[in-house]
Structure formats: C-alpha cells, structure tokens
C-alpha cells in the first residue's frame, strides 16, 4: 500500500474543519478508481458504522423524494428487516429488530419484514 491511501485509510480526516492540501487528489486517484461503476460522487462521514448508515438513509430517502417529486419526506419510510442491526441512531434503529433497541428509544414506526435465509453454496440453493 503506498503511504498517501494509508495515511488517508489509517487516520480520521475531518475535511470539513482542516483537509490535507492534498484531499482532492487523494479522493480523485485512490477512492474514485474503487467506486461502483457509474458513481459520480462519493460522501464520507465520521467513521462510525451507524453514522454512515444513517447517512446512507438520508441519502437515499432525499434521492427518491427528489425522482419521484415527494415534497413531505415525512410520508416516506424505510423497510428493515429482523434479525438485522444498523446502529444506534433513531433513524437506523427504525429499521434494525425491535430486540436491538435496548435502550428503548423512540423510533419511527416502519414496516419491517423477515430477513432473507441465505444458505451457501449460494448456487446449490438458489431456488
């Protein structure tokens, strides 16, 4: 690994307060080439697993008000799944089991549905 991806890998960059004069570069040569393919854009956050799933939802919840013309985002939702976890903020315990929630925080009221039974060799059980 060459020491600009790990210095950018191995410390937290808060690119809103002070980024490295070489930010953009870093961004540009190293995450974008790794991107999905068609991605025009990529949004970092603070380095918590539930930060960037909240992000993610947000995200995501602003994409399709704004294809579908959805002027009330508070009519949308999110479809979690049981037995799944996504952290500990309001918006990512909306979607996680109701079992994960043990500080009982208030979340919104989302449909949840079971998580899929994966079974590996994938291809032995793909029916």
Partial sequence: MDDKL?????NTVDA??????????????KVMPIAPPGTGQVHFTD??????????LSFALMKYAK????SD?????????DNSYHGNSIGTL???DKMT?????????WPRAPFPEVKYPMATFEH
């Fill in 16 to 29: 809103s307060i002070l980024p490295p004069h070489d930010y953009a570069d870093l961004v540009r040569d």
């Fill in 73 to 81: 985002m508070s009519s949308l939702c999110v479809l979690g799944f």
């Fill in 67 to 70: 294809d579908h013309k959805v």
């Fill in 94 to 96: 909306s979607c996680s």
């Fill in 101 to 109: 929630n043990l500080q009982q925080v208030p979340t919104f009221d």
């Fill in 6 to 10: 790990e210095r950018f890998l191995g």
């Fill in 47 to 56: 380095g918590t697993i539930t930060q960037a799933n909240e992000s993610a």
